[in-house]
């Protein structure tokens, strides 16, 4: 029988955390084992309201449950932040492109993320830890608009820094709370000298400003174009390249995204819309 792209599968929110004074965290369980590639996404269905797209923040090793963390930005996102434990919901997907992990390995891994682009981010970090020995190092570098403002804090501020090839420096544009870390934008902790650029790929993932000027950073590094990896999760809806919402140029981010090397969208003047 022909599966219904549509048709999701049942699932229940076991547990919600509380991450920002915006973002949850909710740890999802579907009624059988699901798979996913990091960076791919799933779209998330709240019965008799709707569903919306997101990127799980959880390692694809672990099929029996899925972390997914939302934003409160939307009619849908803020059905969601007013769930509780044991509502249930539904899971499409998994859709779209993942990051080549595979043909990262051997190389410096940097990796810069801000906000809620850290979710993505999260899985893809958690991806890489779990192989660490198989690339030269992962560096990352995160941003935030306060101390605040940071997502996964228990593990960003804590046992992910004290990881063996895991180099991580954080910023906040507005310090706050005793925080006696670096003030200022993301792009100013990157520096050339964080890793042998001949023999590294750079992951980016943020709001799109951050993403921009990142990019830039980046460029002027010496990155190759194709060295640098974006998460395009551009205006997606029904995840399966109908409705024709989230096209870029001649893709639709959907299904030849939400992973993009720079090169491919470079050319579209609206990649940062």
């Given at each position: 029988?022909?599966?219904?792209?549509?048709?999701?599968?049942?699932?229940?929110i076991v547990e919600i955390i509380d991450e920002s004074p915006t973002?949850?965290?909710?740890?999802?369980?579907?009624?059988?084992?699901?798979?996913?590639?990091?960076?791919?996404?799933?779209?998330?269905?709240?019965?008799?309201?709707?569903?919306?797209?997101?990127?799980?923040?959880?390692?694809?090793?672990?099929?029996?449950?899925?972390?997914?963390?939302?934003?409160?930005?939307?009619?849908?996102?803020?059905?969601?932040?007013?769930?509780?434990?044991?509502?249930?919901?539904?899971?499409?997907?998994?859709?779209?492109?993942?990051?080549?992990?595979?043909?990262?390995?051997?190389?410096?891994?940097?990796?810069?993320?801000?906000?809620?682009?850290?979710?993505?981010?999260?899985?893809?970090?958690?991806?890489?830890?779990?192989?660490?020995?198989?690339?030269?190092?992962?560096?990352?570098?995160?941003?935030?608009?306060?101390?605040?403002?940071?997502?996964?804090?228990?593990?960003?501020?804590?046992?992910?820094?004290?990881?063996?090839?895991?180099?991580?420096?954080?910023?906040?544009?507005?310090?706050?709370?005793?925080?006696?870390?670096?003030?200022?934008?993301?792009?100013?902790?990157?520096?050339?000298?964080?890793?042998?650029?001949?023999?590294?790929?750079?992951?980016?993932?943020?709001?799109?400003?951050?993403?921009?000027?990142?990019?830039?950073?980046?460029?002027?590094?010496?990155?190759?174009?194709?060295?640098?990896?974006?998460?395009?999760?551009?205006?997606?809806?029904?995840?399966?390249?109908?409705?024709?919402?989230?096209?870029?140029?001649?893709?639709?981010?959907?299904?030849?995204?939400?992973?993009?090397?720079?090169?491919?969208?470079?050319?579209?003047?609206?990649?940062?819309?």
């Open positions: 029988m022909r599966r219904n792209l549509y048709q999701p599968m049942s699932a229940e973002i949850k965290s909710f740890v999802v369980a579907p009624e059988r084992a699901f798979h996913f590639d990091t960076g791919q996404f799933v779209e998330l269905t709240l019965p008799g309201e709707g569903e919306a797209p997101f990127t799980p923040s959880s390692s694809p090793a672990v099929t029996e449950r899925m972390e997914i963390t939302i934003m409160k930005a939307g009619r849908v996102t803020t059905l969601l932040h007013a769930c509780h434990k044991g509502q249930p919901v539904g899971i499409r997907g998994p859709y779209g492109s993942g990051y080549p992990v595979d043909e990262f390995a051997g190389k410096h891994v940097y990796i810069v993320g801000g906000g809620v682009g850290l979710a993505p981010i999260r899985s893809l970090f958690l991806t890489l830890v779990d192989r660490i020995e198989d690339f030269k190092s992962v560096v990352c570098r995160f941003g935030a608009r306060t101390p605040e403002d940071f997502i996964y804090k228990k593990t960003l501020f804590g046992e992910w820094a004290k990881l063996d090839g895991v180099d991580i420096k954080l910023t906040v544009d507005k310090a706050e709370g005793g925080w006696n870390g670096h003030v200022g934008v993301v792009t100013k902790i990157l520096d050339p000298r964080d890793v042998d650029i001949a023999s590294a790929v750079a992951v980016v993932c943020g709001p799109p400003i951050m993403m921009k000027y990142a990019v830039v950073s980046l460029l002027g590094f010496g990155f190759e174009p194709h060295a640098i990896y974006l998460s395009m999760e551009k205006n997606m809806s029904c995840g399966v390249g109908k409705c024709g919402h989230c096209m870029l140029g001649e893709y639709y981010v959907c299904k030849d995204g939400p992973v993009f090397t720079y090169d491919r969208v470079s050319k579209y003047p609206d990649i940062w819309d």
